[in-house]
């Protein structure tokens, strides 16, 4: 088993639609990353975490230390979001990224 | 320049052939790394350097060697290699906690991706 699980693996819906990908983890951490990845392969950081709530323009991601859980929502979907969403933890004291296996997201018009 | 970049953006090379990615971060970062993505796997930590050392390897095999000479830069060499190891190479900085900045071994920046290298071993 992986330490960091992402669901679903895929995920289509129509535009407008309100998203939401989820990570847990298994291990302590000191942060959780959300990051984007287009076609073509380029990694874009969209967030980093260790607690509560970040929020940026559509973007939303939670995190829920106890449980070891974090979500990324987008709202009023588009089909310029489509991509694949990775998650990723740093451990508690170790420099590494954990990477999840990613959530390719399509968004249809 | 901005960010990080890396070059060649694609590569064909053959089992033989030997080639070089390259890395470049205009950050002002003190920390880099190399990272391999294969179809249907999730991205795995080659290597990471810090302050120009090597501080881990993530047990790559020989045929994939890493240089760093100064902290904006990081090459991997590749050395007849397999097609298994055809992949998405990409580099990664971020800038790490050292004695004197404010926070403590646990402070973490961001590491920011550069777009990758696309490999393929015929």
């Known amino acids: 088993k992986n330490e960091v699980e992402q669901s679903p693996q895929n995920l289509t819906a129509q535009e407008g639609e309100f998203i939401t990908i989820n990570c847990s983890y298994s291990v302590g951490i000191s942060a959780l990353h959300w990051l984007q990845q287009h076609p073509g392969g380029g990694i874009v950081s969209l967030f980093m975490l260790s607690s509560g709530k970040k929020k940026h323009g559509r973007l939303i991601a939670t995190i829920n230390i106890q449980e070891k859980h974090s979500s990324l929502h987008i709202t009023a979907s588009h089909p310029r979001d489509s991509a694949v969403y990775i998650c990723?933890?740093?451990?508690?004291?170790?420099?590494?990224?954990?990477f999840g296996q990613g959530t390719r997201l399509t968004i249809n018009p | 320049e901005t960010g990080v970049t890396q070059t060649p953006r694609h590569l064909v090379m053959g089992m033989t052939n030997k080639k070089s990615l390259k890395c470049e971060q205009h950050?002002?970062?003190?920390?880099m790394y190399w990272y391999k993505q294969s179809a249907k796997k999730p991205l795995e930590l080659m290597f990471v350097y810090n302050f120009k050392e090597q501080t881990e390897n993530n047990s790559v095999p020989s045929r994939f060697s890493p240089e760093c000479p100064n902290s904006s830069h990081l090459f991997l060499h590749l050395h007849t290699l397999q097609p298994e190891d055809s992949a998405l190479y990409l580099c990664?900085?971020?800038?790490?906690?050292?004695?004197?900045?404010?926070?403590?071994?646990?402070?973490?920046?961001?590491?920011?991706f550069g777009p990758g290298t696309r490999l393929t071993v015929l």
């Open positions: 990723a933890v740093r451990s508690q004291g170790a420099q590494k990224l954990v």
């Open positions: 950050l002002g970062h003190n920390a």
């Open positions: 990664a900085s971020s800038q790490e906690w050292e004695w004197g900045l404010a926070g403590g071994p646990n402070t973490y920046n961001e590491q920011f």
